[in-house]
């Protein structure tokens, strides 16, 4: 899973990637012009992991991963009619965008457009990408009028007339100037679009950059949209912190009474973001979490760990998070009868902890 850091020059994209990813990547105080991308994996911070850790005494313990690109560069095709198909081309793989917003005065980075307005900045960059759209769009409903022009028939007739339908109902919604992911579009729907990678229909976290001044999002910004969530966070503050050695950052946290560092927030809203939960095994050896899509079955989670667990299925143990912490161990857990045994078609909830018991 990816997500595409994107933003406004200077508002901090490549100091959010570093406070998400503890990279030290050069910032910069101005635009560079030049389109450029970098990414890194990271952990998702997960307590539960933590204390299954803890339990188990694994030699490994994994947590689930989410990989972050600071995209530099998108601002030179602002204003230009779309973004170029270069860009495009760059940003279509992600799954969601980290969308980064100014909200910090810093006379030595001053901002392209020669003040701070947040609403602004939000607008401006989120105009651009239904403009992008705009284009797929308006060259889809070209080709597809060729096509029936031509005279295709019977069922290949029938498909361009429905793929029009719906690349119309995209155009309109572009034409008002909504983001193509408040359309409310089927899980069929959205199969049928992925090749064209609309930028408008991919999820955003909206990540206000509020400088040293913490901020409430919604004193400033207003982003009410579909599949897409506000949260702040103080940029600078936020990468000095993941730079430090973990025993100083608890100090620093400790002295500044910071419980929770925004970017560890960040991490776990992007995950959900993109509707993943996580399942975990456990074991001497593992303690693990792994993700699959919420509704995902145990069949899936088992293919999710390997091939062969989902071709040999028999059964699965699952047993909820909660449940085996109350009951304090496994085996306590089991004499409860907390362990259920589930078939294929079993839906995975979010903290269950799987055991795949298969035959190959
Ligand atoms: N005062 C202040 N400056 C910041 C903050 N976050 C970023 N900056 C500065 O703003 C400039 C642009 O940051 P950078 O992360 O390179 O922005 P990018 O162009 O979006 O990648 C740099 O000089 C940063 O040091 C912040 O929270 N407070
Ligand atoms: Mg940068």
Redesign the pocket.
């Known amino acids: 899973m990816e997500l595409g850091i994107i933003?406004l020059?200077?508002?901090?994209?490549?100091?959010?990637f570093n406070a998400l990813t503890k990279a030290d990547r050069p910032?910069?105080?101005a635009?560079t012009g030049k389109l450029e991308l970098f990414s890194m994996v990271v952990d998702v911070p997960d307590a539960r992991v933590d204390i299954l850790s803890e339990m188990y005494h694994p030699r490994k313990t994994i947590y689930a991963k989410v990989a972050y690109t600071?995209i530099?560069g998108l601002d030179q095709d602002l204003g230009k009619k779309g973004l170029s198909g270069e860009l495009r081309n760059k940003i279509a793989p992600m799954d969601a965008f980290v969308h980064?917003v100014r909200a910090?005065d810093?006379p030595?980075?001053p901002h392209l457009l020669g003040s701070v307005n947040p609403q602004r900045d939000l607008d401006t960059l989120d105009g651009e990408f239904i403009l992008a759209d705009m284009m797929t769009v308006e060259n889809r409903l070209q080709r597809i009028a060729e096509g029936l022009h031509k005279g295709a028939r019977g069922p290949e007739r029938q498909a361009l007339q429905d793929s029009q339908a719906l690349f119309e109902r995209l155009r309109d919604a572009l034409n008002a100037g909504t983001p193509l992911r408040d359309l409310g579009l089927t899980l069929e729907e959205k199969i049928g679009l992925r090749g064209y990678s609309l930028l408008s229909l991919k999820p955003v976290l909206v990540l206000l950059?509020?400088?040293?001044t913490p901020l409430q999002p919604e004193k400033v910004l207003s982003y009410a949209h579909a599949d897409s969530v506000v949260l702040a966070l103080?940029?600078?503050?936020e990468m000095e912190i993941s730079q430090l050695e973990p025993d100083e950052a608890q100090m620093f946290m400790e002295e500044f009474a910071i419980r929770e560092l925004a970017a560890s927030r960040v991490i776990q809203a992007s995950y959900q973001l993109v509707n993943l939960q996580s399942f975990f095994t456990v074991g001497e050896d593992e303690v693990r979490a792994w993700n699959v899509p919420v509704g995902a079955t145990a069949l899936e989670a088992a293919a999710a760990i390997h091939s062969d667990l989902a071709r040999g299925f028999i059964r699965a143990e699952v047993i909820a998070y909660h449940d085996l912490i109350e009951a304090g161990n496994m085996a306590a857990a089991r004499k409860a009868g907390k362990l259920q045994l589930e078939g294929k078609e079993y839906i995975v909830k979010d903290g269950d902890i799987v055991h795949i018991r298969f035959s190959v």
């Open positions: 933003g020059p200077t508002s901090g994209k490549t100091t959010v910032t910069t105080t635009s600071d530099a980064v910090f810093n030595q980075a950059n509020t400088g040293e103080q940029g600078k503050l």
